[in-house]
């Protein structure tokens, strides 16, 4: 099968690639908060250190063109004979790990185009840049107003691509690809609908609906998480809705709140954009927070951005790979957990 609705436009390339001076930056500012120890429990604030291990994806692979890689058609990119054969690998590794390692399989899903996207590719990314991004929408040509801010929605085509997931996973599940036992998503409506087109029936559904009729029960439950936001500031199409409108929109689907979430957003500044590094320093605390408060979840997934997505990417010093909107990239990941006394190199 070609996919004919997600595929690669120029602003998806320039995203991946731009700025990249910060993974130095973001080296530094890790190495610092690294060392950093909470003085009431004596152990690191972040204790947990990342490696991607190759071999099981082609994502992670230098030989594999992105520009020209369509990861349904290639099984999300197992590199491996099976599905199977993975699953047996990564149980093989933590069976056989010291007890302060472990691995997991990290889906990093990107949410379908959004009319902020659609915007982008009408109005051209330096236009967006200089101007667009920073007003609530316009009204086209044609006479067709558009709104990419706050908080857009999807698109039409944004929508049958989470469908095209859909269809995806469940050809996937088919062959013998786990199913997450954990999912997170960015508190952004476009990254929410997108994980209920791509979850629905198989593990997400409504309240009120036959459990029996999921594809592979039990119902899961969303963490709504603040470190998988799109990059915060100036964009209002990155500035959030309420938590009571996020509630509204989500909670029937399962979807529940990370402790500690805000009811308005009080991260976004109109004059203040975060930066690439700022922003791995995000994602890293997603990580940390993953490995160390959901030690038995293996295969997980994140339904986030392309901003959230290459920040991962920086902080795990993954490969840069550009990803499409409803593109998905699937990482094993390698924790090793460290105590102050440890001899870190």
């Known amino acids: 099968m070609t996919t004919r609705l997600i595929k690669l436009t120029n602003h998806d390339v320039k995203d991946s690639l731009e700025h990249p001076e910060q993974d130095a930056v973001y080296k530094s500012l890790i190495a610092e908060k690294q060392l950093e120890i909470d003085p009431k429990t004596g152990e690191y604030y972040r204790p947990w250190r990342f490696e991607v291990q190759d071999g099981f994806f082609k994502q992670s692979d230098i030989n594999t063109d992105d520009l020209h890689f369509d990861f349904i058609d290639e099984s999300f990119g197992l590199k491996l004979n099976s599905w199977d054969e993975l699953i047996e690998k990564l149980k093989d590794l933590n069976s056989n790990c010291s007890e302060n390692e472990c691995y997991k399989l990290l889906f990093c899903a990107r949410h379908g185009q959004g009319y902020h996207n659609l915007a982008v590719e009408i109005l051209g990314s330096e236009a967006w840049d200089a101007h667009w991004s920073k007003i609530e929408g316009t009204t086209l040509d044609n006479g067709e107003k558009i709104v990419w801010g706050p908080d857009p929605f999807l698109t039409k085509l944004g929508e049958d691509q989470a469908k095209e997931l859909n269809k995806a996973w469940i050809k996937q599940i088919e062959n013998g690809c786990p199913v997450p036992t954990r999912f997170f998503s960015s508190p952004f409506t476009r990254s929410m609908t997108t994980l209920i087109g791509t979850w629905n029936g198989i593990v997400i559904q409504e309240d009120g609906a036959d459990p029996k009729t999921l594809l592979k029960p039990p119902r899961q439950q ?80 994140c339904t986030s951005h392309s901003g959230t997505i290459r920040a991962l990417i920086t902080a795990l010093s993954h490969r840069k790979f550009a990803i499409p909107t409803a593109g998905t990239i699937p990482i094993v990941i390698k924790g090793t957990r460290v105590k102050p006394e440890t001899i870190i190199a």
């Open 222 to 301: 969303v963490i709504i998480k603040e470190d998988l936001r799109e990059t915060i500031g100036e964009h209002l199409c990155d500035k959030r809705s309420s938590k009571k409108i996020i509630e509204e929109r989500a909670s029937k689907y399962g979807f529940i709140f990370e402790d500690g979430f805000e009811d308005e957003d009080v991260l976004y500044k109109d004059d203040w954009r975060e930066s690439v590094s700022e922003h791995s320093l995000r994602a890293n605390s997603f990580l940390q927070d993953l490995f160390e408060g959901f030690p038995n979840d293996i295969f997980v997934n």
